[in-house]
């Protein structure tokens, strides 16, 4: 794929807009290359940092319910969990309790486990072991607006990767069966472009439109990004520079 790369590359500069070796530092505008995990053709993912270990045990199809906290202390010393068949199990730790269930699911599992907001544990009828009113709260949208755009016959990568059974597509396979490279053994979401956009776009309140050559205000997209994908759609999106809050609710 290092020939897309290069030409799109090429083309981002021409409208002068930067390169950014790292978009996840400083500022997000400019071109860079997607963060995937591939290595050498082949995707990896996060549990072969855990496969083959002897000393970790994996419990799949598993739910937590609430942590085991103790009252006197409020430490926490493991946590009940529900199987697939619905008996509940309780897995104590002899050292730490490390609660890694996602932007949604960890405040959940404080909440039902007495750790959050005070007055909304009440509303649940959920005893509160910690007042903190931080739980749940704070979250950060990531709002976007895509669009897609056709780029011409011959220039996408359908018949390598979706048309089975094209002189392209069995290239492609053979590429891959023989060392994992070619198109398969890319990740087919190259390069990632934020173009600075607060020179022709301005936020217009008393419309609530964006209007074309003037500035973004708040509330409105200072940047958007470009993802070239690797078939035969260009994927674009607008993102905002504000963030909204959300509050997740603790259900019982």
């Known amino acids: 794929m290092q020939p897309v790369r290069d030409l799109l590359t090429s083309a981002w500069k021409s409208t002068g807009q930067p390169i950014n070796d790292n978009i996840l530092d400083g500022e997000m505008v400019g071109l860079t290359y997607s963060v995937n995990s591939i290595y050498k ?33 409020k430490t926490c010393k493991g946590v009940t969990v529900i199987t697939g068949s619905g008996q509940e199990l309780n897995l104590y730790a002899t050292r730490e309790v490390v609660v890694s269930q996602g932007v949604f699911e960890s405040p959940k599992l404080l909440m039902l486990s007495g750790i959050g907001p005070s007055a909304e544990l009440k509303k649940h009828h959920i005893p509160t072991i910690v007042n903190n009113p931080h739980v749940s709260q ?74 074309p050559r003037t500035a973004i205000k708040t509330h409105s997209a200072r940047t958007a990004s470009l993802t070239l994908s690797s078939t035969s759609s260009v994927f674009s999106e607008a993102h905002s520079s504000d963030t909204i809050p959300h509050q997740a609710r603790a259900t019982t």
């Open 41 to 73: 053709g082949r995707r990896s993912g996060s549990f072969l940092c855990v496969a083959d270990k002897s000393n970790i045990t994996i419990l799949p199809q598993v739910h937590s319910k609430k942590l085991i906290i103790n009252d006197a202390d």
């Open 138 to 211: 704070h979250l950060l949208d990531h709002p976007g607006v895509p669009f897609v755009l056709r780029v011409k016959d011959g220039f996408g990568m359908d018949d390598y990767v979706l048309h089975k059974g094209t002189p392209h597509n069995n290239q492609a396979i053979q590429s891959y069966q023989n060392n994992h490279g070619g198109p398969l053994g890319s990740g087919f979401l190259e390069m990632v472009g934020f173009p600075e956009l607060t020179s022709i776009w301005r936020w217009t309140p008393s419309t609530a439109r964006l209007r």
